[in-house]
């Protein structure tokens, strides 16, 4: 089974970000940069699918500024096998990202797409969906849990009020929750072996696909600030205070 | 602007984050149609032809509509959106599968979770869990939108009368294989569209400790939420965790218990009209957020709390 793993550069999920005053976008000069939780989560999948013999390669894909470079590194590092990279401006959306899979998947063919279930920067939850219904595949999102069978993959689906199960004929899209796994470490040795790997360029015109959409962000803004940080020093205050001032109990 | 909006269902009748979401079509536009698929689900189409403000509803029902899996959904939608300017969810975990499929296969950019129309073609969505509001303008022929329920009010239940009428059901599309669930029945009222919530985090500490949380819900009529560490843990079921990449909720009281209050936790819950911490460390994050904040134990203040509410 050949696995490509989508990934994302994204500010790190434990940095406050900024909204910048001109009202552009938000400050990612000088800030933390990391793999997407989600597409850690997927990698590790991966890894594991491909260490029990299950897998036979593993491709880490992105698209994003040259930068997004040190994202693959982590990939390859992480254990992908090799690495593209899709020459595109950051703030690509997700339907464009999905265009660029499906050659993508032309191109190397997968028996599986394993990626995030969101991107935590555009929150949009999309692009996995996306893949698979141009690509007329199954698809497994939000899964918790993931076991390959006889031409097929048995997931584990986080919904409303608990867990559903499929079974995916491949080849399919499966996107990740954060229960599926917790995501290694890479360790130093494999930092220095990732540095030899192969990571290949590509742009969207070799691809032939155009990237724009039908959305622009006109501006971004601070949400308005919540006042908080009143104390009560009781029990009993707390509850005549909800009772005679919120009114809410 | 005429509207398509998926009614997203429990089998029985439809949702009220749904109800949220026509209140979201109507500042859009009008006709307002629903789309209701499903198997046996004629009282769903019944319950959803008695929403105010709805024009038609369209029930599709057959068996291989009954786990509402996206690859059998989501062609339903995108036959119907080719007449309709704008196709619209209330972002339910239903709802966030099937509506990217759709917007894919019509060739337009999603616009998820909106809180707030500027005009119809522009909206506004947070982003970078909540930390950002953006405002987006589509160009797209046909929008395909997902709404925040807890950002507009749900209209009436009843009060209307749509026509419903059938839907050609469509094939199996023959691709997932539905095997089985665990779902389990939570007792009291919904944690999407509750009054009340009271969550509880890592400091609750275990399972059975969970009763705690449990019994200052119940005497506080409300529903029982959860941080993502509580859930990881064990304490409760997945679909317990509020936050960025659980539920949002905007109760009009919300107790958190034990949360530190990270901002993907709060990116959850920073909505709700009165919030109350309860928490042993003065320094904890949640304080900055809430309208009432405790620094106390939550072993001695969550009983003292739900004793002093009983009558
Ligand atoms: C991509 C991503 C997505 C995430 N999505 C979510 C999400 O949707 N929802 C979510 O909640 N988190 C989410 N998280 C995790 C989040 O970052 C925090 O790790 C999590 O919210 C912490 O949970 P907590 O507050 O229960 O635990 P902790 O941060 O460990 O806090 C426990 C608190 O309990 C207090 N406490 C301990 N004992 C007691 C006691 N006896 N009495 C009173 N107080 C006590 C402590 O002082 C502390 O403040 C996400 C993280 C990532 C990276
Ligand atoms: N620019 C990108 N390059 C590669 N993969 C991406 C990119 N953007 C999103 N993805 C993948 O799509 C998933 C969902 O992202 P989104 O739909 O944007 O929330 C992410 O977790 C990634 O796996």
Same mark, same amino acid.
């Given at each position: 089974?050949?696995?490509?793993?989508?990934?994302?550069?994204?500010?790190?999920?434990?940095?406050?970000?900024?909204?910048?005053?001109?009202?552009?976008?938000?400050?990612?000069?000088?800030?933390?940069?990391?793999?997407?939780?989600?597409?850690?989560?997927?990698?590790?999948?991966?890894?594991?699918?491909?260490?029990?013999?299950?897998?036979?390669?593993?491709?880490?894909?992105?698209?994003?500024?040259?930068?997004?470079?040190?994202?693959?590194?982590?990939?390859?590092?992480?254990?992908?096998?090799?690495?593209?990279?899709?020459?595109?401006? %950051?703030?690509? =959306?997700?339907? &464009?990202?999905?265009?660029?899979?499906? /050659?993508?998947?032309?191109? !190397?063919?997968?028996? @599986? $797409?394993?990626?995030?279930?969101?991107?935590?920067?555009?929150?949009?939850?999309?692009?996995?969906?996306?893949? %698979?219904?141009? =690509?007329?595949? &199954?698809?497994?999102?939000?899964?918790? /849990?993931?076991?390959?069978? !006889?031409?097929?993959? @048995? $997931?584990?689906?986080?919904?409303?009020?608990?867990?559903?199960?499929?079974?995916?004929?491949?080849?399919?899209?499966?996107?990740?929750?954060?229960?599926?796994?917790?995501?290694?470490?890479?360790?130093?040795?494999?930092?220095?072996?990732?540095?030899?790997?192969?990571?290949?360029?590509?742009?969207?015109?070799?691809?032939?696909?155009?990237?724009?959409?039908?959305?622009?962000?006109?501006?971004?803004?601070?949400?308005?600030?919540?006042?908080?940080?009143?104390?009560?020093?009781?029990?009993?205050?707390?509850?005549?205070?909800?009772?005679?001032?919120?009114?809410?109990? | 602007?005429?509207?398509?909006?998926?009614?997203?269902?429990?089998?029985?009748?439809?949702?009220?984050?749904?109800?949220?979401?026509?209140?979201?079509?109507?500042?859009?536009?009008?006709?307002?149609?629903?789309?209701?698929?499903?198997?046996?689900?004629?009282?769903?189409?019944?319950?959803?032809?008695?929403?105010?403000?709805?024009?038609?509803?369209?029930?599709?029902?057959?068996?291989?509509?009954?786990?509402?899996?996206?690859?059998?959904?989501?062609?339903?939608?995108?036959?119907?959106?080719?007449?309709?300017?704008?196709?619209?969810?209330?972002?339910?975990?239903?709802?966030?599968?099937?509506?990217?499929?759709?917007?894919?296969?019509?060739?337009?950019?999603?616009?998820?979770?909106?809180?707030?129309?500027?005009?119809?073609?522009?909206?506004?969505?947070?982003?970078?869990?909540?930390?950002?509001?953006?405002?987006?303008?589509?160009?797209?022929?046909?929008?395909?939108?997902?709404?925040?329920?807890?950002?507009?009010?749900?209209?009436?239940?009843?009060?209307?009368?749509?026509?419903?009428?059938?839907?050609?059901?469509?094939?199996?599309?023959?691709?997932?294989?539905?095997?089985?669930?665990?779902?389990?029945?939570?007792?009291?009222?919904?944690?999407?569209?509750?009054?009340?919530?009271?969550?509880?985090?890592?400091?609750?500490?275990?399972?059975?400790?969970?009763?705690?949380?449990?019994?200052?819900?119940?005497?506080?009529?409300?529903?029982?939420?959860?941080?993502?560490?509580?859930?990881?843990?064990?304490?409760?079921?997945?679909?317990?965790?509020?936050?960025?990449?659980?539920?949002?909720?905007?109760?009009?009281?919300?107790?958190?218990?034990?949360?530190?209050?990270?901002?993907?936790?709060?990116?959850?819950?920073?909505?709700?009209?009165?919030?109350?911490?309860?928490?042993?460390?003065?320094?904890?994050?949640?304080?900055?957020?809430?309208?009432?904040?405790?620094?106390?134990?939550?072993?001695?203040?969550?009983?003292?709390?739900?004793?002093?509410?009983?009558?």
């Amino acid at each position: 089974m050949k696995i490509v793993v989508p990934v994302k550069r994204v500010i790190d999920a434990y940095v406050k970000v900024r909204v910048k005053s001109d009202g552009s976008g938000v400050d990612t000069e000088n800030v933390k940069m990391a793999l997407n939780p989600f597409d850690e989560i997927a990698l590790e999948a991966a890894m594991r699918l491909k260490e029990s013999g299950q897998a036979s390669e593993v491709v880490a894909v992105t698209a994003g500024p040259e930068a997004a470079q040190q994202q693959l590194r982590t990939a390859l590092a992480m254990g992908a096998d090799r690495a593209l990279h899709i020459d595109t401006p %950051a703030d690509i =959306q997700p339907l &464009a990202v999905a265009r660029l899979l499906v /050659a993508i998947c032309d191109r !190397e063919q997968p028996d @599986l $797409v394993l990626m995030g279930k969101q991107a935590i920067d555009d929150d949009a939850n999309q692009v996995g969906q996306m893949l %698979a219904a141009l =690509q007329g595949w &199954a698809q497994g999102t939000f899964i918790s /849990a993931l076991e390959p069978g !006889e031409g097929e993959v @048995l $997931v584990t689906r986080e919904v409303d009020s608990g867990h559903e199960r499929l079974a995916l004929p491949l080849p399919a899209v499966v996107t990740v929750d954060l229960r599926l796994n917790e995501p290694r470490y890479p360790k130093l040795p494999d930092i220095m072996k990732a540095k030899k790997k192969p990571i290949e360029g590509l742009t969207p015109e070799e691809l032939a696909v155009d990237i724009s959409t039908g959305l622009s962000v006109l501006k971004v803004e601070e949400p308005p600030a919540r006042v908080g940080g009143a104390r009560v020093n009781s029990v009993a205050e707390l509850v005549e205070k909800l009772q005679q001032e919120a009114k809410v109990i | 602007m005429s509207i398509l909006v998926y009614a997203d269902h429990d089998g029985s009748t439809v949702t009220p984050a749904t109800r949220s979401a026509i209140a979201c079509a109507q500042v859009i536009g009008e006709p307002i149609d629903l789309l209701v698929t499903g198997h046996d689900c004629g009282p769903v189409a019944d319950s959803a032809a008695g929403i105010p403000g709805v024009n038609r509803v369209f029930l599709a029902d057959a068996e291989h509509l009954g786990q509402q899996l996206a690859e059998n959904v989501a062609p339903l939608l995108e036959n119907l959106a080719r007449d309709y300017s704008c196709v619209l969810a209330a972002a339910t975990p239903a709802a966030k599968n099937i509506l990217p499929r759709v917007a894919a296969r019509l060739g337009v950019q999603q616009i998820s979770e909106i809180v707030r129309v500027v005009s119809p073609d522009t909206f506004v969505r947070p982003i970078y869990a909540g930390n950002a509001l953006a405002t987006v303008q589509s160009s797209d022929p046909i929008k395909v939108i997902t709404v925040r329920a807890t950002a507009f009010d749900a209209v009436a239940a009843d009060g209307g009368n749509a026509s419903v009428e059938p839907l050609d059901a469509g094939q199996d599309a023959g691709l997932a294989r539905y095997l089985g669930s665990e779902l389990h029945a939570s007792e009291g009222p919904e944690l999407a569209s509750a009054r009340v919530v009271v969550s509880g985090g890592r400091g609750v500490g275990s399972a059975d400790n969970f009763s705690l949380i449990e019994g200052l819900a119940k005497a506080l009529g409300g529903a029982v939420g959860a941080s993502r560490a509580a859930v990881d843990a064990g304490y409760v079921p997945n679909d317990f965790q509020v936050g960025q990449t659980g539920k949002v909720v905007a109760p009009e009281l919300y107790v958190a218990v034990g949360i530190s209050g990270a901002i993907q936790h709060l990116a959850g819950m920073k909505e709700s009209k009165v919030i109350v911490a309860i928490n042993k460390d003065p320094e904890a994050p949640i304080f900055q957020v809430a309208d009432y904040g405790l620094e106390a134990d939550l072993f001695t203040a969550v009983d003292e709390f739900r004793d002093a509410l009983a009558p």
